[in-house]
């Protein structure tokens, strides 16, 4: 699985939109963008994932670079329910296992 | 539709006996995958399994760890002899399908605690 870079931290307030990026610059052609998050104490969420083109579901947007090389998970509105570690990963399309490999994450901090 | 269902939640263990953790994936799903999560780092992947076959274990520790998937009941993932260092949360998630485009659906965790 390719490599993606994250910010360590990010904050954010409530009720603000909330935008983090993942920078995947060796992406190939074949591979999907996928967010995951992990609440404190709790065992990692699927959040979205997209191929190339802008994603939207009822938790989040994603949006993605023309080029692929880095994408954006878009939180409309924090709340301090989001506050988490957001992991984002890349999943081959035609791989064997597909097994996620998750990295340090960005750990987003929601003040009220 | 339940969830991805993992027990027991807590698990105590003094070194040396034998850890067995247990998860019934989502329904319909036939693609199980655990994942360690060591105290203050980050998740590892340790074996995907489909029914009744290990598919990838790159991840497992050589020695006393091992998983399965029978066809009937859920997915096991054993630890002969435990330690210390076995002490972490043990997720599974289980998945509708292999392509990159399908989503891994994650239990609540086992916290296995060696004294």
């Known amino acids: 699985d390719a490599k993606t870079t994250q910010p360590n931290s990010m904050e954010s307030n409530e009720e603000e939109p909330v935008h983090l990026p993942c920078n995947h610059s060796?992406?190939?052609?074949?591979?999907?963008i996928h967010w995951y998050r992990q609440l404190p104490s709790q065992g990692p969420e699927y959040v979205i994932h997209?191929?190339?083109s802008n994603v939207n579901n009822r938790m989040a947007s994603l949006a993605i670079a023309e080029d692929r090389k880095s994408s954006t998970l878009i939180l409309h509105r924090a709340t301090l329910r989001d506050a988490a570690v957001y992991y984002c990963i890349l999943r081959d399309g035609g791989g064997a296992t597909n097994k996620l490999i998750f990295g340090t994450g960005t750990l987003l901090a929601v003040q009220p | 539709n339940a969830g991805v269902m993992q027990n027991p939640r807590h698990l105590v263990r003094r070194r040396g006996q034998e850890a067995r953790l247990r998860c019934s994936p989502m329904?319909?799903?036939?693609?199980v995958y655990w994942y360690r999560q060591l105290p203050e780092e980050g998740l590892k992947f340790m074996v995907y399994l489909q029914k009744e076959n290990i598919i990838d274990e790159s991840g497992m520790p050589k020695e006393r760890f091992s998983a399965e998937f029978p066809k009937e009941g859920p997915s096991i993932l054993r630890i002969q002899q435990v330690v210390r260092g076995d002490s972490a949360a043990y997720f599974c998630?289980?998945?509708?399908?292999?392509?990159?485009?399908?989503?891994?659906?994650f239990g609540p965790g086992t916290r296995l605690t060696v004294l």
């Open positions: 998630a289980s998945s509708l399908g292999l392509a990159g485009g399908y989503e891994q659906f």
């Open positions: 329904k319909g799903h036939s693609h």
């Open positions: 060796t992406i190939s052609g074949t591979d999907y």
């Open positions: 997209g191929l190339t």
